[in-house]
């Protein structure tokens, strides 16, 4: 099987997504009928998150959507609100908000690469025409 390397910008691949089981033209719109069946998150996993820096990590988890069950390895960094850069190294990172010293610095977690494979989702079976 070939495989080939395609890039699109984020509102593109935003749009994509959340269309992806309305469009006829795309693979997942004959399982649209299991769009919101629980069992196809069953398989969906956050494998590891792995720090370089408090402010740059890579993630890998796996989410399905029939007929593809995705591998996704994300480059995750703390960018600044103010600058867009990634946070300086004395940000304080917490789930609770962002705070650096003396309040100057906010931010919060952004994608800013994905790579993905996709495997047959084990409900790819169960689609329509």
Known sequence: QETKIVTCDSKDFYEKVQQRYNRPEEPHHKYRHLKDDPRVGNWDSLTSIEFATPQLAMVILTVGHPPCLWTDLLTCAFLSQETGHIAREDTEISTGGTKGKNDEQQGCWWIVHKSSECE??????WGHS
């Open 120 to 125: 047959p989702h084990p409900l790819s079976s």
